[in-house]
């Protein structure tokens, strides 16, 4: 059975809706809601054609602080020769809706729903729609922290079908992780995983922990321990966590409770951040 991916499509709420949402900003954890996710939110980027997206992370004082994190919506016939300008940027592409024709390095590869690719720093790359469907996929870029007498990592074309979980211990098989990285593989210094809870499965304490994250619902909806709060949350929704905040969750059901995460790791901590 395939797998299900929400994607936000915009347009905007009526005029009889209420305001109220469940959008969230505190200094420990930020929830973006699905319903955000409107026309009137969308951005642009140099050198895309056919394309808008939302932003749902960026590197900010008081947010997220090692990445950001794009939702991509690419019309038929869009696309860029000229997608990434940062040089140092290593990035992470997962589709969720339509096809992308990804060109890395002369070799072509079609992504399709559940499509992964990690694009080392300087990856010579495009990407276009060459399909009837309207393209959209996630969006990962971070600045890549080299490491004397460690390679670069290689590029990586999978996708989610083709990757077995890793189930969590002691969880009876109601929490796992589908790593597209091997996390001892130091080369690598963020880790875009997806992590599946079956229904009324949680995280049974707490979490507290350096890594920052990004969580994207992908399918489901759950409870969510963020800091000091519990807050629902459901497919669409963006979660931003910052390092060392307590986090747990419920898997509400009926059906899995899946997302997309994001963590940095396997670097020494910058002691002098702000110089």
Known sequence: ????????????????????????????????????????????????????????????????????????????????????????????????????????????????????????????WTLHNHGDETLRFHWVRKAYERVEGLDMPEVIITNEQDVAATVMSDTDGKWATT???????????????????????????????????????LEGKAVYKLNRDWVEVEAGDHMWLRAFCPQACYAGGPGKFRYLLYKDVNRHMALRPFR
């Open 1 to 124: 059975m395939s797998a299900k991916y929400y994607a936000p499509h915009g347009g905007h709420p009526g005029q009889d809706q209420l305001l109220t949402d469940r959008a969230v900003f505190t200094e420990a954890y930020a929830v973006i809601p699905r319903g955000t996710m409107r026309d009137i939110t969308t951005s642009f980027l140099p050198f895309w054609e056919r394309t808008r997206l939302w932003v749902i992370s960026r590197p900010l004082s008081g947010f997220a602080e090692t990445f950001s994190q794009y939702i991509m919506e690419v019309s038929s016939g869009g696309g860029s020769d000229r997608p990434e300008t940062d040089p140092e940027a290593e990035g992470v592409l997962f589709v969720v809706e339509g096809a992308a024709t990804l060109v890395v390095n002369g070799a072509e590869h079609v992504l399709a729903p559940g499509g992964y690719a990690y694009l080392p720093p300087a990856s010579d």
């Open 179 to 217: 790593r597209f990285v091997a996390p001892d593989d130091l080369r690598h210094d963020m880790h875009v995983n997806i992590v599946t809870f079956e229904p009324g499965a949680v995280i049974p304490f707490l979490e507290t922990h350096v890594m920052e994250h990004g969580l994207y619902v």
